[in-house]
Structures are given as structure tokens and as C-alpha cells.
């Protein structure tokens, strides 16, 4: 059975409004949500990709780590736990200020981004 669900694009930090078809639990399209008073019937290319990224068949599903051999399979624990281990090895040696997290990259991105607009806007 096919439907139509509600979503948010997650490509970029607009976060576009859309419409996702999905048929037997699948996504099979993506479509701009006419009734955003922002972004109105738009999407990119990427964001009418999403549901291809979702099936490919080169799509990441689990945690690699690059070996001398090759990549290698493991956990996501464990990946999480090699990668804590090397920020706190650069937080030790080059100090606190050079870990960033990137959702406050994205945050701050964004904050500019509205201060812009209502800048442009008012002035």
C-alpha cells in the first residue's frame, strides 16, 4: 500500500520540508511540500535523491575501520570508543579549543545565517 508521509530533509542545514511516498515500509520518491510557506513545492537534487541514498548498494550500514589490509568491520561501540580516544588524545595536546562538535558548527552556521536575513531584511 502507498502513502505519503511528512518528513524533513537532512542533506543540508535548511532542513527543506517534504514529502516522502513510501510503498510496503520502502521510500520510493521524494517531493517539495507545497504547503511550506518557505521552501514552497522546492527540493534539490540531493533531497529528491534521499531515497536512493537509502537502498544503495555502496550505503555504509555498519562501522569501518582502515587497516593496513584493508577496512575492517566493528561494533559501533567500539568505533565510538577508538574515536573518543583520539579526540581526547588532540584535546590533550593541542588543547580543549580544537574539538569542535559539528552539530555546533551547524548551530552556529545557522545562527549567522539569521543574522544575515534579519539583517538584510531590516536594513
Not at 514529502?19 to 517531493?31: F, Q
Not at 574539538?99 to 545565517?113: I, Y
Amino acid at each position: 500500500m502507498k502513502h505519503t508521509r511528512h518528513s524533513f530533509c537532512r542533506i543540508c542545514i535548511n532542513h527543506c520540508s517534504i514529502l516522502v511516498d513510501v510503498e510496503d515500509g520502502v521510500a520510493t520518491a521524494v517531493h517539495g511540500n507545497s504547503r511550506n510557506q518557505v521552501y514552497g513545492d522546492y527540493t534539490c537534487v540531493k533531497g529528491r535523491s534521499q531515497h536512493e541514498y537509502l537502498r544503495h548498494s555502496d550505503r555504509l550500514v555498519h562501522s569501518l575501520v582502515r587497516t593496513p589490509e584493508g577496512h575492517v568491520r566493528l561494533s559501533a561501540e567500539k568505533a565510538m570508543d577508538e574515536i573518543a580516544a583520539k579526540l581526547a588524545d588532540i584535546r590533550d595536546r593541542h588543547g580543549s579549543r580544537v574539538v569542535v562538535p559539528s552539530g555546533l558548527l551547524r548551530e552556529s552556521h545557522q545562527t549567522c545565517q539569521r543574522t544575515v536575513r534579519s539583517s538584510t531584511i531590516a536594513g
